[in-house]
């Protein structure tokens, strides 16, 4: 089945960890992207990619990184230096051009502890 | 001049009536407007989306009504069923922007039976 894969769906971090999330996906999107979503707000971008080795801040990046070494995979990494980093992450990918559907993993839950 | 403001943020209404959310923006570079349905826990499906060359798009009980003029759209969902009981966002997007999605704040819609 295609679609966009993220693991974990649980991740527990104790202060001062960076932790990695995973994001796959095999739609053969160009574009891929991460979001940040706090309850009672909407989702805030944190970094995207258009192309392989490649990728653009989004508004909330402070305390993040990321990579696109292939096509299909955009792992996220939350950093120390991400203060409040307990949210629900969201990956997405899409392919370029007006009114293509952007895809949504089903999200990790990440909490510190 | 990204942002997108979206409300209400929480909305009832009984079996069988009309749920209205309503989003406005001010970016007029915006030229792609999807609606997404989120279930807990899960991540957002598209709805769905219109462009700003149309002024309503209609899908099942679904219909977004879209005024360019007043930078201004919405989303109707007819016959409401307690199976619509979510969180819906409206977001926006432009071809400059590598089709990144500027979301709303989300409106929780619950239908009671």
């Known amino acids: 089945d295609g679609g966009i894969t993220q693991s974990p769906k649980y991740l527990f971090r104790k202060e001062g960890q960076n932790v990695t999330l995973s994001c796959e996906q095999n739609?053969?999107?160009?574009?891929m992207y991460w979001y940040r979503q706090d309850p009672g707000q909407g989702l805030r971008l944190i970094y995207y990619s258009q192309i392989v080795n490649d990728f653009q801040k989004g508004d909330i990046a402070e305390g993040y990184s990321v990579s696109r070494e292939k096509k299909e995979s955009f792992p996220l990494t939350v950093t120390s230096a991400q203060k409040n980093p307990t949210a629900f992450y969201l990956c997405a990918s899409s392919s370029f051009g007006q009114g293509t559907e952007a895809f949504f993993g089903q999200g990790t839950r990440l909490t510190v502890v | 001049q990204q942002q997108v403001k979206q409300s209400p943020q929480s909305l009832i209404v009984q079996k069988g009536g009309i749920s209205i959310i309503n989003c406005a923006y001010e970016?007029?570079?915006?030229?792609?407007f999807p609606w997404y349905q989120q279930f807990p826990g899960k991540g957002p499906a598209l709805l769905i989306a219109i462009r700003p060359d149309v002024s309503e798009k209609k899908e099942g009980r679904f219909t977004i009504s879209f005024n360019k003029s007043a930078k201004q759209f919405s989303l109707h969902i007819m016959d409401s069923q307690p199976g619509d009981s979510a969180t819906y966002f409206c977001a926006a997007s432009s071809k400059g922007s590598a089709r990144q999605l500027t979301f709303g704040s989300g409106t929780q819609l619950t239908v009671l039976p």
């Open positions: 739609l053969n999107h160009d574009a």
């Open positions: 970016n007029t570079a915006f030229d792609y």
